[in-house]
Nanobody, 122 residues
């Protein structure tokens, strides 16, 4: 199970910190990622991080202003996003893929959280 937290209302130009804690995966290795979906739009890749944390990738729309990180001891992944715009408004989903195979493709992830809403508004 994946549980996201940290969403909410943010002003344009502001920042948001999201976290996602995985339960039932202690002792296992897995890739984690963030995706988002805005109303009327398709799901979009945001960021992914390998088990070791050495491999990271970002979607084009967030690259340069976002940072993904993880704490394996706490089975938690974090997403820091800065310089938010109205276009960042979406439900943000955490995802996990068992094993060490690194991927940033949504179809490769086997577990998904319920999502947390991020709304950028003045």
């Amino acid at each position: 199970q994946l549980v996201e937290s940290g969403g909410g209302l943010v002003q344009p130009g502001g920042s948001v910190s999201l976290s996602c804690t995985a339960t039932g995966r202690t002792g296992s290795s897995y890739v984690m990622g963030w995706f988002r979906q805005a109303p009327g739009k398709e799901r979009e890749f945001v960021a992914a991080i390998s088990w070791s944390g050495l491999n990271k990738s970002y979607g084009g729309s967030v690259k340069g202003r976002s940072t993904i990180s993880r704490n394996n001891a706490k089975d938690t992944v974090f997403l820091q996003m800065n310089s938010l715009t109205f276009e960042d408004t979406a439900v943000y989903y955490c995802a996990a893929r068992s094993g060490l195979y690194y991927t940033d493709q949504a179809g490769d992830f086997d577990s998904w959280g319920q999502g947390t809403q991020v709304t950028v508004s003045s």
